[in-house]
């Protein structure tokens, strides 16, 4: 498989931009329906201006350690967040429809109306999640979840005869690697294995053509063997279709083999990001660094493996600071004033490199 | 699409096969309770075939009146009468247009539920003999006539009951889970209120009322019936809806119909499906007992709980009691063991012991 060259190009048409998404739980319905503080206690704010930009056909990772809130701005593209318990306090979520001979249509999906999202939701934007064995119906056969979804969701899905839509799936189910799609089809989701199920999440989420994938930590439940087919799959039916992936996950080696651009979270802000080759050769921030020497290597032969000290802040002990500022080496031997800088400022994202590698440190 | 079993279903199909003792029951009870479907014609007074002077008549189905043949008043004929009169006019000598020429085919059991037979020597209730194979009640009616019409009566209400009662009980009990929140513990506030109603009472003062009929009585028990079903299925939904493909449904825009009937019900019928024998069970128990206490079916419909009644009144016939009391027993137990079967059938482990 030829890895793809790095998009970090202004020309190429984005598919999805998000700017300064701020996320916060804790609202609840008050009178006349009007959101109010939960028990009179604030909302924490867990995600704070996070801004990326996903472009066409690219295969985007999302990485971060748990709760540093990379699920919760994935799924609030979608707004699939608890309600009226989280809201999207700032910002918007651009997505970009494609059009014929003109300019891409831009649509804010976080003011969209629910009924014109739902339209969005698994036919322009799909998702992929954790629990293949929980996102089928167990006692609905493979061959009609498939055809149920490609009916609802693909365009024009209503048009098309059964026989003819079993063609289109059973096509696809052979590039998702699967050989005997007769019996994949007439079998239930116990009959097959996780990394089975989790193909035909796959090819469940790319039968309506969506332009974007949101893929949350896909392989996380799977066995280690398969994890590595299943991605492959995944990569390679985005690329045949042209559709834009944006991995969630806390795997630096998925993210190194698979991506083509990541950003790196920290307590609910985006830290770094780059494309994967230099975020991973010559990592900037002090946490992805830090993080990336936590890998242990097979020829190595340290003792111990090195780890970040202390851990990450619960929300509601979020600071305006830099929020690693109290686990930072480089905050900690710096100056004075770098250390009070670092408290008290939000590092801002400095571009180095015309490749849109940027990190958000004063100390770079 | 044509209709195909999953394999799952199979599988529990199969289960219930193996044990002998809950697929025969099964069996045996369906058989019989079909037979006794056919109890108003095969189980009567009236003949199934009768050729009255050259003439063809179907009395057991169709109804005709005593003009018919040759009486003066519209109402029904007394056939075994009619058959009689002839026999005794052949025997006596008449021949030719004085007698009537009568040849008929009686059902098997031919007595009638309702039929007061008074006709023998001795006051009734009489003991079995070759007419009446289990005897007579206390007001001369044929035991086993009454036997077979309340077995009848008895599983068609204690069926129909149960259907209403598990309709109910679905629906109400998965709105409580679907919904969840303040419907959830509200009803189920309401639904402890209900179900703390004595049902007895309610059934007396109701039928003191509007009158003992089969489907009042239906209504009034299926009002309780459904509770306990209720129960699991609110357990289920809960459980259920909060799935991933549950909840990706309703992120697509998916109608509250689809997600309640298509995603999550088939996924709850275990319970359904678990329950429906010995509710069953419960509904043939609590019938006989009310028409025991007099406070069920109208008399003189035929009813076990009725004739158990009689049986205790007349101790010293103990052909009414034994073989309503056998009968009950029978099925019961029968219901039982398939209900049992079904259990396991759903559940493979229920056997399983950790050691």
Redesign the interface.
């Given at each position: 498989m030829s890895r793809m060259p790095c998009i970090y190009d202004m020309n190429v048409a984005p598919v999805l931009s998000v700017r300064n998404l701020s996320v916060a739980f804790g609202f609840a319905k008050g009178r006349k329906g009007a959101l109010v503080p939960r028990d009179g206690v604030p909302p924490l704010q867990v995600t704070d201006k996070v801004s990326f930009e996903i472009h066409s056909g690219e295969f985007f990772a999302l990485v971060g350690e748990s709760g540093c809130g990379k699920s919760v701005t994935a799924m609030s593209i979608?707004r699939?967040l608890p309600q009226p318990s989280a809201q999207i306090v700032n910002g918007e979520v651009l997505f970009y429809e494609a059009q014929e001979h003109s300019a891409s249509k831009e649509i804010d999906l976080s003011r969209l109306p629910l009924?014109e999202l739902?339209?969005y939701?698994?036919s322009r934007i799909a998702?992929i999640?954790q629990?293949p064995m929980?996102?089928?119906?167990?006692?609905?056969?493979i061959r009609k979840q498939l055809l149920e979804v490609f009916r609802?969701?693909a365009p024009g899905g209503k048009n098309f005869a059964?026989a003819e839509a079993l063609g289109l799936i059973e096509e696809q189910l052979k590039d998702a690697g699967f050989t005997d799609t007769a019996r994949v089809l007439d079998?239930?989701p116990?009959?097959l294995s996780g990394g089975m199920l989790q193909r035909v999440c796959i090819v469940m989420s790319l039968l309506s053509r969506p332009r974007l994938i949101i893929a949350d930590e896909p392989t996380t439940a799977l066995d280690v063997t398969v994890q590595a087919q299943v991605l492959a799959v995944l990569k390679e039916m985005a690329r045949k279709s042209g559709t834009a992936v944006l991995l969630i996950t806390h795997n630096m080696g998925i993210v190194s083999q698979y991506a083509d651009r990541v950003a790196v979270m920290y307590a609910g802000r985006i830290i770094e990001t780059g494309p994967v080759r230099e975020v991973i050769n010559g990592p900037l921030h002090p946490y992805t660094q830090g993080l990336l020497a936590a890998i242990p290597e097979s020829h190595s032969q340290m003792k111990n493996l090195k780890s970040i000290p202390g851990s990450v802040p619960h929300p509601r002990d979020f600071v305006s600071g830099c929020r690693f500022a109290d686990r930072c080496e480089k905050c900690m031997n710096g100056s004075r004033e770098l250390q009070a800088k670092c408290r008290g400022e939000v590092p801002p994202a400095s571009k180095t490199k015309e490749t849109g590698h940027e990190a958000c440190c004063f100390d770079l | 699409?044509k209709f195909r079993l999953?394999?799952?279903t199979k599988n529990r199909l199969a289960r219930f096969r193996k044990n002998k003792r809950a697929f025969w029951s099964f069996v045996v009870l369906l058989v019989v309770y079909l037979l006794s479907l056919t109890s108003p014609w095969t189980v009567n007074d009236k003949p199934l075939y009768m050729s009255f002077n050259g003439k063809s008549y179907f009395p057991a189905f169709a109804r005709y009146s005593e003009k018919d043949f040759g009486g003066s008043y519209d109402t029904e004929p007394d056939y075994k009468l009619l058959i009689a009169e002839a026999e005794e006019c052949k025997a006596d000598g008449f021949t030719g247009s004085n007698c009537d020429d009568i040849w008929a085919i009686m059902p098997p059991i031919p007595h009638d539920p309702l039929h007061h037979y008074l006709d023998g020597d001795e006051a009734p209730p009489c003991a079995p003999d070759g007419t009446h194979w289990l005897g007579t009640d206390a007001e001369g009616r044929d035991v086993l006539s009454r036997l077979i019409h309340g077995f009848r009566i008895c599983i068609s209400f204690s069926l129909v009951l149960t259907l209403i009662g598990t309709i109910i009980g679905i629906i109400i009990g998965g709105i409580q889970g679907y919904l969840g929140k303040f419907w959830d513990t509200g009803m189920q506030r309401i639904i402890e209120i209900w179900s703390s109603l004595p049902m007895l009472y309610v059934v007396i003062l109701i039928g003191s009322i509007y009158g003992h009929s089969f489907w009042l009585l239906i209504i009034v028990m299926a009002a309780f019936n459904w509770i306990s079903l209720s129960y699991y299925m609110r357990a289920e939904f809960l459980k259920l809806r909060n799935?991933?493909?549950v909840q990706?449904a309703k992120?697509?825009?998916?109608g509250h119909r689809h997600i309640f009937f298509k995603?999550i019900l088939?996924?709850a019928m275990t319970p359904v499906v678990t329950l429906f024998p010995f509710t069953l069970v419960g509904g043939i128990g609590s019938l006989t007992s009310l028409d025991y206490l007099g406070f069920g079916l109208q008399p003189p419909t035929p009813s076990w709980g009725e004739l158990m009644s009689q049986g205790m009144k007349h101790l010293y016939a103990p052909w009414i009691s034994v073989s309503t009391v056998a009968a009950l027993f029978v099925t019961l137990l029968l219901t039982t063991f398939v209900g049992e079967g079904v259990r396991d059938a759903m559940d493979p482990k229920s056997g399983d012991r950790y050691e």
């Open positions: 979608l699939l009924p739902q339209k939701r698994g998702c999640f629990e929980q996102a089928l119906n167990p006692v609905i056969s609802y969701c059964p079998s239930y116990h009959e | 699409m999953t394999t799952e799935m991933t493909y990706s992120v697509l825009g998916m995603e088939p996924n």
